[in-house]
């Protein structure tokens, strides 16, 4: 494991993120469809849901990606739903649509929990994983449908970030990725292993290194995740990520 400073990332929540660079055009459907993914793959994509809502104080609506992990609970980085007080709900790959409410909110890490009272999508096993192949399994902002890339985590490393408030340093265990393309909208994305178990969750790109992700690791997860798995009282998701 090494130590890593990251001086240029973007935070990918949603369709409000200010884009330094002109990213690829995001495409509609997956690259590779559901029958020519590995079956553990094939199997858990549907875990994976789009997240929107509007956040009136800094009049945006938001969009991002989250998984199921427990039952009812969808896991997805704080900075998707900062601000957001109205219209929460994830949607399903087949289009059914969930109101959802925030029950865990952690903007030092930059992961919240939702709790969706009607969802009965099979939950993800969260766990660590060592670098090779995976797959991130988002809602890019502008996709039709879900959007299965595979990627590669290339190492663990030890990074320092300010939190999503720019208040203080943060020390996370994060992994870096390559060989896909990272857009709005994928924050809160699973990173899913062979074997279909959950290594980490995508937070961020490069600005400065074509397809290059980072996703925190499986250790900064569990925490809030279990913290959380029967929390059912909303929490302030306080104010926007600027």
């Given at each position: 494991?090494?130590?890593?400073?990251?001086p240029?990332?973007?935070?990918?929540?949603?369709?409000?993120?200010?884009?330094?660079?002109?990213?690829?055009?995001?495409?509609?459907?997956?690259?590779?469809?559901?029958?020519?993914?590995?079956?553990?793959?094939?199997?858990?994509?549907?875990?994976?849901?789009r997240?929107?809502?509007?956040?009136?104080?800094?009049?945006?609506?938001?969009?991002?990606?989250?998984?199921?992990?427990?039952p009812?609970?969808?896991?997805?980085?704080?900075?998707?739903?900062a601000?957001?007080?109205?219209?929460?709900?994830?949607?399903?790959?087949?289009?059914?649509?969930?109101?959802?409410r925030?029950?865990?909110?952690d903007?030092?890490?930059?992961?919240?929990?939702?709790?969706?009272?009607?969802?009965?999508?099979?939950?993800?096993?969260?766990?660590?994983?060592?670098?090779?192949?995976?797959?991130?399994?988002?809602?890019?902002?502008?996709?039709?449908?879900?959007?299965?890339?595979?990627?590669?985590?290339?190492?663990?490393?030890?990074?320092?970030?300010?939190?999503?408030?720019?208040?203080?340093?943060?020390?996370?265990?994060?992994?870096?990725?390559?060989?896909?393309?990272?857009?709005?909208?994928?924050?809160?994305a699973?990173?899913?292993?062979?074997?279909?178990?959950?290594?980490?969750?995508?937070?961020?790109?490069?600005?400065?290194?074509?397809?290059?992700?980072?996703?925190?690791?499986?250790?900064?997860?569990?925490?809030?995740?279990?913290?959380?798995?029967?929390?059912?009282?909303?929490?302030?998701?306080?104010?926007?990520?600027?």
């Amino acid at each position: 494991m090494r130590w890593l400073w990251w001086p240029i990332l973007l935070a990918l929540g949603g369709c409000s993120i200010m884009i330094p660079f002109s990213p690829r055009p995001i495409r509609a459907s997956a690259p590779a469809g559901a029958a020519a993914l590995p079956p553990e793959i094939a199997r858990v994509k549907q875990s994976a849901v789009r997240f929107s809502g509007q956040a009136p104080a800094c009049f945006k609506r938001i969009e991002g990606t989250g998984f199921v992990y427990a039952p009812q609970r969808v896991m997805t980085a704080a900075h998707v739903v900062a601000g957001v007080t109205r219209s929460a709900s994830v949607t399903t790959d087949d289009g059914d649509e969930y109101p959802a409410r925030v029950v865990a909110f952690d903007p030092i890490i930059d992961i919240a929990v939702l709790y969706v009272p009607d969802l009965s999508v099979p939950p993800l096993i969260i766990a660590d994983a060592p670098p090779g192949h995976a797959y991130v399994l988002a809602y890019p902002v502008g996709a039709e449908r879900e959007v299965v890339q595979p990627i590669k985590i290339d190492r663990d490393v030890q990074g320092v970030a300010p939190d999503l408030y720019e208040k203080r340093k943060v020390t996370k265990e994060v992994l870096e990725l390559s060989g896909a393309d990272i857009s709005p909208g994928s924050s809160g994305a699973p990173l899913v292993v062979p074997g279909g178990r959950v290594a980490g969750m995508v937070f961020a790109s490069s600005t400065d290194a074509p397809n290059r992700g980072y996703a925190l690791a499986a250790v900064e997860l569990l925490p809030i995740a279990n913290d959380a798995r029967d929390a059912t009282r909303p929490v302030s998701t306080q104010r926007c990520d600027e």
